[in-house]
């Protein structure tokens, strides 16, 4: 085996060693969901002693003490994300299209205002918000999520987007004016197919952001029949009368991510490929 053989097989080597070190956690979360709860915290062994099958049954009934379940948690969660996926995805890139595309009155002051709220912590604004949704009567309900997403509240998906659409050639643009084609027109038929990639990635990052989200969530929605996932595994626990069954807990934060999991090998060619490159190649 050649120098450059070994090089590659060490690289493997140190890959896989490095995947499995970050996999660890899940895994012995898997493993730990079809063992007794008591067998947890008094065993260092991976594999449970005997596998447990009603964890997952007896998991999902749980909730909050049996009155809702996790069939609520699921369904309030996807009527959570995937509108605000979707308005998060059209707002920004049509706000990316205005910047990148055309030159209008203080846009030079308004892309380095939008750029500076990205150095702005969640924790800084989360009060004035939290007072402002409230005065409009929105708490415990997800208009505070959905809201942001339909105006492009999002600078991070707006930004990326704008430097994807940086590389697409103008002369396109040039091109579909000459035969009569509108900004909107152009737009939809023209720019948005090859910005795929970018939309792809942006949409992945805010279906996991707003998935796994359990701080905003927990400030702005306090009634338990509008809990997502994030907040339903919180009241699992609290809401346990005797010792927790964190054999069930195990058992529902699997079924929490595998959604993530399966969309993420789905979608990954487009998800690399939007965050690899800036534009058209070729």
Known sequence: ??????????????????????????VFMFFASFKESNEIFTSVRLFPRKFQWGNYPGGWKSGATGRITYTNFYINTFMLVLPVVLFTVVSCSLVAYGFSRFVFPLRKILFPAMIATLMLPNTVI???????????????????????????????????????????????????????????????????PLLK??????????????????????????????????????????????????????????????????????????FVEGIATSGIKG
């Open 1 to 26: 085996m050649n120098r450059f053989g070994r090089n590659s097989l060490l690289c493997h080597l140190t890959l896989v060693l490095l995947g499995l070190f970050i996999l660890y956690p899940v």
């Open 126 to 192: 989360v009060i004035p918000r939290f007072m402002l949704f409230k005065s409009f009567g929105w708490l415990n309900s997800y208009l505070p999520f959905l809201v942001p997403a339909l105006f492009a509240c999002y600078p991070f998906f707006t930004f990326m987007i704008i430097q994807f659409m940086r590389g697409i050639p103008a002369s396109l643009d040039e091109s579909a004016k000459i035969d009569g084609c509108g900004s909107l027109y152009i737009f939809i038929h023209i720019i948005a």
């Open 197 to 270: 990639p970018a939309l792809f990635s942006a949409g992945l990052f805010q279906f996991l952001w707003t998935w796994n989200d359990f701080y905003n969530q927990l400030i702005f929605i306090n009634s338990p029949r509008r809990f997502t996932l994030a907040l339903g595994l919180r009241l699992s626990i609290d809401a346990s009368t005797e010792a927790v069954k964190w054999n069930e807990v195990m058992a529902m934060s699997i079924c929490s991510i595998v959604p993530l999991f399966l969309l993420f090998f789905l979608a990954q060619r487009y």
